[in-house]
């Protein structure tokens, strides 16, 4: 194996952490996944600033504990998806410029998953709003 592989592979190695360390490492990493993805994706910022304004709607709108978080997660559930989707992107764009229908595809599907998560939280949305 050569010098650079096994660089590579030291790197990647995890080491062992203490619970603690773990969380804080943890914690550190989504942050700044949060950061970047705040940074480079129009789209994950439109939907974060929604999810503010809805947060609060939610907690009025909703008549108990169940129905509030119903309606806050439908809405976080986005943005968790167009994370994923976000981070597909990124693999792929770093795979190379040109095109390859399976990196389209790649794409269109994580697209796609965003789609169904903002449909889920409409019809979510829209059932228990309309059935009170």
Known sequence: MGL????LLNRMAKP????LEQIIRGTYCSLKGLRAGWRTQA????????LLIIMPVAWLLGKDGGERALL?????????VELINSAIETVVDR???EYHELSGRAK???SAAVFCSIIM???IWVVLLTHR
């Open 95 to 97: 795979i190379g410029p």
């Open 72 to 80: 806050i997660g439908s809405s976080l559930f986005v943005v968790v």
């Open 16 to 19: 062992d952490f203490v619970p």
């Open 108 to 110: 269109d599907l994580g």
């Open 43 to 50: 789209s994950l910022r439109y939907e974060i600033c929604a």
């Open 121 to 123: 939280a409409v019809i």
């Open 4 to 7: 650079k592989k096994a660089t």
